[in-house]
């Protein structure tokens, strides 16, 4: 522990004199170059559960405004069967460098302990840098380890980056994770963690495929928005439902937690909406339910990302039900790269009682009793972007207050770019 005091010790020092850089006279540098970042000290994304959380001590910076500096600190933290941590600070810094610019985004933390001690570390630091210099771009995640152990054997300091470690059935630990995404030479995004564990069964009150991250960071450079930036655009929303009425759309039911993804982006910060809940009688009953967009434009960079999640979910008075639903829209377009991909996940989907198998191939189609037709992991597809719905359900005859050929539209997301 001592040496984790140390260590929080010359963060304080590095912080402290950011800072009193900035607290000078001088202006603030309008540059040439947009950063974002953004650093914490754990997440949990255990789809269907309680014990999903954000990110613990969630610091972010973006701007194009140099020298700029962000931190944050909590001192513990824990989630009973889960995760257990001492103190957590995180933080970024923007300057200037000879040559060009860089952004550091930076988490620690102390007395790290999961899964009821498979995985302990007296402390972990992780920095993800980003640097432009004479316009080329470059930068990497690097993490220093303090008494590592997993399954109880020590893990030695100079770990490579990305080493996967396999703890039999239960989990897959990657250690020192660190990936630089595949930008035109003058952009970078590089993003990673000290430990990303992914279980392989249930465990602890966690479903298979849960994920832990430990210090998860990220730090990007792009050149500055102008106004020929690329055009993005999309939604999500938790559920809604239409009708066709003569020649036009009815909206029968208002899109819950809905989120429009501005024209120009979110300058790469994420935006989320929360919803307590949703009930229409005889149709509906849905828990609580988040969306989330985040997009960044450029001239030549646009990368857009929209969510849907939604708890304890009852159609149709229990035909259709599910204990959490989850899906992913996303477009990237840098260079000569770019992905146009959606995602669906779930936990204990059944639809006439039966269960859905998670490994659903999408645009599945099953006709319910006569009552409706539903098509699962519904996804379309453009040049330009795509749209997913966990579940667009047409009803075939009239059904509590919707009327036969209304749409029930479940966990929406959609991406463009144009």
Known sequence: MRRFIALASATTLTVTAALAALAVPAQAVQGDYTYVGAAGGTQVNALGTTI???????????GSEYPAVKATSVAAAAIPNVLKVGAVSSGEVATEIPGGYQIASRAQIAGVNLLNGLITADALDTTATAR??????????????????????????????NTTINLGSIAKVVINESVRDPLPFNEVRVHGSALHVTLLKP????????EIWVNPTMSMLVPTIHTD?????????????????????????????????????TGGGTVT?????????????????????????TPTLADVTTTSEIAKVNLLNGL????????????????????????LNFVHLTIGGKPI?????????????????IVLNAQDFTANGNTIDALRITLLKPYGSLPIGAVIRVAAASTFVQ
Do not use: C, W
């Open 320 to 343: 259709i039900t599910a204990d959490a639903i989850q899906v992913r829209s996303h477009q990237f377009r840098g260079g000569e790269y770019s992905e146009n991909t959606a995602r």
């Open 273 to 297: 909406n929360n919803v307590a809940g949703i009930k229409v009688p005889n149709v509906a009953t849905v828990g609580a339910v988040t969306t989330t967009m985040n997009a960044l434009a």
């Open 52 to 62: 999903t959380s954000g990110i613990l001590a969630s610091s972010n910076l973006a």
């Open 357 to 373: 198998a998670i490994n659903l191939a999408k645009n599945s189609t099953i006709n319910l009793l006569g009552i409706a037709k």
């Open 132 to 161: 432009v210099i004479d316009g080329v771009g470059g930068g990497g995640v690097i993490t220093k380890l303090v008494h590592l152990t997993i399954g109880g054997a020590l893990i030695p300091v100079d770990v490579q980056p």
């Open 203 to 210: 465990s602890n009150g966690m479903p298979a495929g849960a």
């Open 229 to 265: 930036a690329k055009i993005v655009g999309g939604y999500s929303f938790g559920v809604t439902a239409t009708a066709v009425v003569g020649s036009s759309v009815k909206v029968l039911v208002q899109p819950a937690g809905e989120l429009d993804v501005p024209p120009y982006g």
